[in-house]
């Protein structure tokens, strides 16, 4: 079962925030690409669904960047709450608060290792990371936001 990439965003902040790590979202979407990976290698299934892309800075999930882009390049706070809407609909949203407990222990678990690897480096190196393997290399078109195939990701870090 793959989880939604903003839950999954979630649990990385409040992680990173109980480990005093620290997170802005420029790293968050470098562990996410992380996770996806070791999902696709240990579990053979996405973590999530939606694609990763190929953009200026390294691997980036739309989804994830643009719920958290408010907070720029700082740290991301615990997230406590959030605000949904349902649909269409933006005058009337809902107050939500995070409990989660979307996501399965076993699969938390994983995720957490990957970020306590990836954790102890900075945003910018995780940068120079990605832009040396082949995933991102092969996908990226200045100026535009190519999709990164789940495959080359598996193929890549199954060799790794």
């Known amino acids: 079962m ?7 965003s979630r649990h990385i902040i409040n992680y990173s925030d109980e480990k005093g790590y620290g997170i802005d979202n420029l790293k968050l ?9 070791d999902f696709l290698i ?3 299934r996405p973590c999530f669904n939606e694609d990763i892309e190929a953009w200026n800075f390294g691997p ?12 720029g390049s700082s740290n991301i706070p615990k ?4 605000i949904k809407y349902e649909g269409n609909n933006v005058w009337s949203p809902r107050h939500v608060i ?5 996501i399965s ?5 994983r995720i957490d290792s990957v970020v306590d690897t990836f954790s102890k480096y900075s945003s910018t190196y995780l940068v120079w990371v990605t832009h040396n393997q082949s995933p991102w290399k092969d996908a990226y078109i200045q100026g535009r936001n190519i999709v990164i195939p789940q495959e080359s990701i598996k193929e890549y870090f199954k060799n790794e």
């Open 105 to 109: 222990q076993k699969d938390k678990n």
């Open 79 to 82: 997230i406590k709450s959030y």
């Open 60 to 71: 980036v999930v739309p989804e994830a960047y643009h719920a958290f882009k408010h907070f």
């Open 42 to 44: 240990s579990e053979n």
């Open 2 to 8: 793959a989880y939604d990439v903003v839950e999954v």
């Open 98 to 102: 995070f409990t989660d407990d979307t």
């Open 29 to 37: 979407q470098k562990l996410l690409y992380f996770v996806q990976a």
